[in-house]
């Protein structure tokens, strides 16, 4: 898998909001670990995970069509 780290420009507080439920790990508010990896010719597994808590928070397959 290769890691992936990049930041938003949030410019409402409803942006920042949801940045931070979708970046942050809900217990303890580490930033999330999110790795991407192919799963086929037209699917994505999005995988985040805490390097605090040492939990996985997400795991999602996302289709590129």
């Known amino acids: 898998m290769k ?3 990049y930041y ?6 409803s942006q920042t909001a949801y ?3 979708q970046c942050n790990c809900v217990l303890c ?3 999330l670990e999110l790795k991407f990896e192919p799963c086929g010719e037209s699917e994505i597994r999005e995988e985040a ?3 605090q808590c040492e ?3 997400r795991a999602k397959i996302h289709s590129l069509q």
């Not at 938003?8 to 507080?13: F, H, K, M, P, Y």
């Open 19 to 21: 940045l931070k439920l």
């Open 8 to 13: 938003e420009n949030a410019q409402t507080v």
């Open 55 to 57: 939990i996985r928070t």
């Open 49 to 51: 995970t805490c390097p």
């Open 29 to 31: 508010n580490t930033n």
């Open 3 to 5: 890691d992936i780290s």
